[in-house]
């Protein structure tokens, strides 16, 4: 048994024979364990894989860089054409490949183990199985990883049917059910499946005292029934049935795969630097918490019936994250670690030439130490709601979330990066006034509702000094609307929030200019952009396309407002935007790409609340 070392392959050398990139973002599927991801694209290739979190450097990135990111390729050779879809109700993955003599598909799935909220599980396992059911067909697999985002060599051992691939801080086990063959630093099998017929991959990894284990035929049939199995009881917690029932499922799917089962914490998007726009700089790492997109999330999944999942979240802000530990930007940070660390610096590989040519690519976000009010306002607000669907909250959480309002009331009226992290400097931002007055808002309601011991007082004084401060700074006589920034002129589509959040009633004179305004400025076919960059300028080179949270915000604001035509409309226009599995990016592009990190949280919850109160509207 020798060991085989593994240098990286000469620049212009691509894993994909004949390609000049990876697939686009939204010609993938995502699979996973709640403890980290893959993406699997439409060619069946798999193009993203961090091991053993979401956090962790990749093994997989082709869809960061097709020559020196890594990937595993599975397909049918000459496949004339392939489709994707989910196995129903699951996150199992079935990719089929029609050939002029058969058809083939390959499932893909990460078996769920060990308890949710537990410690982790003792093995990271990723099973690609592949079926003929119909004709024969031959396949090929590559089995490329780069370990620790293509900047670390590994070395190869070989013992007949499983191949170890060893680097400096990680290692993976290859096992198959068919000859494998090495090939330089990859993994190489050609073999022919006639109908009926199967082969399985496995990955996993291992180390100390979990070793390298062959997956057999009948143990993937079992992890394959055992994970389908897994999902469709989570699933059935739902309490939805409304029209949009498939793409609602779908999307509560998309958020209990970005929830990180040992701590409960909930990620914003398992990828890094998935860029807004091609060849553009705001290219971000989004595989960490932030409070605000958590906060959301729980409150889409507690709409829906949901109720562990905010168990889990409110477990990981009870256990992890210390408020008040003194920090110049208040008493939370806007993101954290999915352990819950605060540390998250900033870099960019430089060795990475980006998703089709758009650098840099970073990991770890600057943004952690920005100044955002708002998330105060989305986190009490989800506390609130916690409490009043799932169970109460404890009275040292009481304590907590007294703390939070106290420093909020000390602290509302000070200038804040915003919502949209931009990176021109601190505004006087209208929509984080709005979520500082729900923060105190919703704290005075659930202590009122429980006779919980509070300043209510100077809780309500504040609160109504803010609200006078919006509806006099925040309105624009010129523009007849509320508008991003105090005293200014310029729209910004995080005020669709306003009746949302219930600070205003969804008919009132001022908002319904307001979504008018809205509407002339923002709106382009049911999609909406959160601002124009040249009116307000945010530090950064270059457009955006629009952004999907705000266009599910304006269903809800129009939902809301009784114009249930207009809602309905643009509601299912955005359904047409979707990829092919029902999953969107953060943003949607000009000629109606997927653009963004993906899937994205903010936008799969976004939908679901719009869903279901433009579907209790209708009736």
Not at 414 to 430: A, C, H, I, S, Y
Request: proline share 5%; hydrophobic share 40%.
């Amino acid at each position: 048994m020798a060991d085989t070392p593994s240098p990286h392959p000469a620049p212009g050398t691509p894993l994909r024979p004949g390609a000049s990139g990876c697939v686009p973002i939204a010609e993938h599927g995502l699979i996973g364990d709640l403890r980290t991801v893959a993406l699997v694209g439409s060619d069946g290739t798999l193009d993203w894989y961090c091991c053993p979190a979401f956090d962790a450097p990749s093994v997989f990135a082709a869809v960061l860089d097709a020559e020196r990111g890594g990937c595993f390729e599975l397909a049918a050779v000459e496949a004339a054409r392939t489709k994707q879809f989910y196995f129903p109700d699951t996150n199992v993955l079935i990719t089929r490949f029609f050939t002029e003599d058969g058809v083939g598909e390959v499932q893909d799935f990460m078996p769920v183990t060990g308890a949710a909220g537990g410690g982790e599980a003792e093995r990271h396992r990723l099973i690609r199985r592949v079926l003929c059911v119909r004709g024969t067909l031959p396949f090929r697999a590559r089995v490329a990883p780069r370990f620790n985002y293509g900047a670390d060599p590994h070395t190869l051992q070989a013992q007949g049917c499983m191949v170890l691939f060893e680097s400096a801080t990680l290692s993976l086990a290859l096992t198959a059910t068919v000859p494998l063959e090495i090939d330089g630093p990859d993994v190489r099998a050609d073999f022919k499946l006639t109908e009926g017929e199967s082969a399985v991959f496995a990955l996993d990894q291992v180390g100390g005292e979990v070793a390298p284990r062959r997956c057999a035929h009948l143990e993937a049939e079992e992890q394959f029934s055992a994970t389908v199995a897994y999902w469709r009881r989570w699933l059935a917690q739902s309490r939805y049935r409304g029209r949009w029932r498939e793409r609602v499922h779908r999307s509560a799917l998309t958020l209990k795969l970005l929830t990180y089962a040992p701590t409960g914490a909930i990620i914003a998007a398992p990828t890094t630097s998935l860029p807004e726009r091609i060849g553009g700089e705001r290219n971000w790492d989004y595989r960490y918490v932030w409070v605000r997109d958590a906060a959301f999330a729980v409150y889409a999944l507690l709409r829906l019936g949901f109720t562990g999942e905010a168990e889990a979240f409110m477990r990981f802000l009870t256990q992890h994250i210390s408020p008040g530990d003194g920090k110049a930007n208040g008493p939370l940070q806007i993101m954290y670690g999915i352990d819950g660390r605060s540390d998250l610096p900033e870099r960019e590989l430089g060795h990475l030439r980006g998703h089709q040519g758009s650098a840099p690519v970073r990991v770890g976000n600057a943004a952690a130490d920005q100044l955002q009010l708002d998330i105060y306002g989305a986190l009490i607000d989800s506390i609130y709601l916690y409490d009043k669907w799932a169970q109460p909250i404890s009275s040292s959480q009481w304590d907590d979330v007294c703390a939070l309002v106290d420093w909020v009331c000390d602290n509302w009226d000070q200038p804040d990066e915003g919502v949209w992290e931009t990176r021109g400097g601190r505004k006087n931002f209208l929509y984080s006034r709005l979520m500082c007055w729900v923060a105190i808002e919703r704290a005075i309601r659930l202590g009122n509702r429980r006779g919980l011991p509070a300043d209510l007082p100077r809780w309500r004084q504040t609160r109504d000094t803010i609200y006078r401060r919006i509806m006099d700074r925040g309105w624009s006589t010129g523009r007849q609307a509320f508008v991003q920034c105090e005293d200014g002129d310029v729209l910004d589509a995080a005020v669709l929030m306003m009746p949302l959040a219930k600070f205003i009633a969804p008919t009132d004179p001022k908002w319904l200019s307001t979504l008018d305004a809205l509407t002339e400025d923002l709106v382009s076919d049911s999609l909406v952009y959160r601002y124009d960059p040249r009116s307000s300028p945010d530090g950064l080179r270059g457009d955006e396309g629009t952004f999907s949270i705000c266009s599910f915000w304006y269903v809800e604001a129009l939902t809301r407002a009784g114009r249930l035509d207009e809602a309905r409309l643009a509601f299912e226009k955005m359904l047409t935007y979707a990829n092919h599995l029902g999953l969107y990016a953060e943003e949607i592009g000009r000629t109606g790409e997927q653009q963004g990190n993906f899937p994205q949280a903010f936008t799969h919850l976004s939908l679901i609340s719009a869903a279901y109160n433009l579907d209790r509207a209708l009736g």
